[in-house]
């Protein structure tokens, strides 16, 4: 009894945390947009994350259960575990000592070394390519912000426009939706699977990514419980501290975020949704001049990768060697 109940709370605080950090980010800036309808920004989220995965398939998910390390053997799901508390701890110390950091990457990092140091088969290249994809990401970000920022100049005005624009960013938003449902938030999906396998059937390896519908409402339903604790301060940290936008800004940012992240998907490679939208605010800037950016927010995006992932495979390569002398 004691280990479903274990695999079930760090579920359900790794959902928060998840909802804390990259919910609030995503209907944050929906929010940004004028007159934009805050029960349909946080209810088109939901409706998406729950159903997203079920639609459009749950690849990412298996790539953190199956891709990086040997997890299917004994003693995966507990290395497994071990990786996401790892992932936890380091993103809660370095955010508590105000250092940019990333969930996603976090992870990544955080199982990759609790399977090496537990002795599982780690698959480098795969773990290389997932980096390599991850670290495009952003840059894909960037330079379709810039190409749709620079587009957005020409959009003639119209006395419609404001209207149009209300749509356009409704659409823009729910694709952004869409793109974190089926590649960052599929993270969560991953790590509540093996708490519902542990559940079902018992300590052991991780077995095939499966998440009843119950359980995905119940993922959602915390995940926006999450989001609202933080909505506030990562919203304005978005929205204002990174860069001011005005209306085109933000469809052309929510836009770019989209089809980096979507890109990522078709291979099946989890990217950080925060970063991408990031990136994308900072390429629409940039295309106005240098001054609009704030460029404080590029080299967190920098800092994040220096930081997070050595750190949180190091400890997790020393969590999975202490699960060997256990």
Not at 107 to 132: D, F, Q, Y
């Amino acid at each position: 009894m004691g280990w479903p109940l274990a695999f079930g709370a760090a579920a359900i605080l790794f959902v928060l945390i998840s909802g804390a950090n990259d919910g609030a980010t995503l209907i944050g800036l929906g929010l940004r947009f004028p007159h934009s309808p805050g029960w349909t920004v946080a209810a088109l989220l939901a409706v998406v994350l729950f159903a997203g995965p079920y639609v459009l398939g749950m690849t990412v998910a298996r790539t953190f259960t199956e891709r990086l390390a040997g997890l299917g053997t004994a003693g995966g799901a507990v290395a497994f575990l071990s990786g996401v508390l790892i992932a936890v701890v380091v993103v809660a110390v370095l955010s508590g000592r105000g250092l940019p950091t990333s969930l996603t990457l976090a992870v990544i990092g955080g199982i990759s070394g609790a399977g090496l140091g537990a002795g599982l088969p780690v698959s480098w290249s795969a773990l290389g390519t997932v980096l390599a994809i991850g670290a495009g990401a952003p840059l894909v970000g960037l330079v379709l912000g810039y190409l749709l920022g620079a587009m957005s100049r020409r959009v003639p005005s119209h006395r419609r426009m404001p209207r149009l624009l209300l749509g356009a960013h409704l659409l823009a938003y729910a694709a952004q939706c869409v793109a974190y449902a089926v590649n960052d938030g599929q993270k969560m999906i991953a790590v509540v699977s093996v708490a519902y396998g542990v559940d079902r059937d018992g300590l052991g390896g991780v077995g095939r990514v499966s998440v009843p519908p119950a359980w995905m409402a119940a993922l959602v339903l915390i995940f926006l419980a999450g989001a609202l604790t933080s909505l506030t301060r990562v919203g304005e940290r978005l929205g204002r501290g990174l860069v001011l936008t005005r209306p085109l800004h933000i469809v052309s940012a929510e836009t770019a975020a989209t089809g980096a992240v979507l890109g990522s998907s078709a291979l099946g490679s989890p990217v950080s949704m925060t970063q991408s939208i990031t990136a994308g605010v900072v390429g629409v800037a940039t295309s106005e001049g240098a001054r609009r950016v704030r460029w404080q927010g590029v080299l967190n995006v920098g800092m994040a990768w220096l930081l997070t992932l050595p750190s949180s495979m190091a400890l997790g390569c020393l969590a999975g060697l202490a699960l060997r002398l256990l």
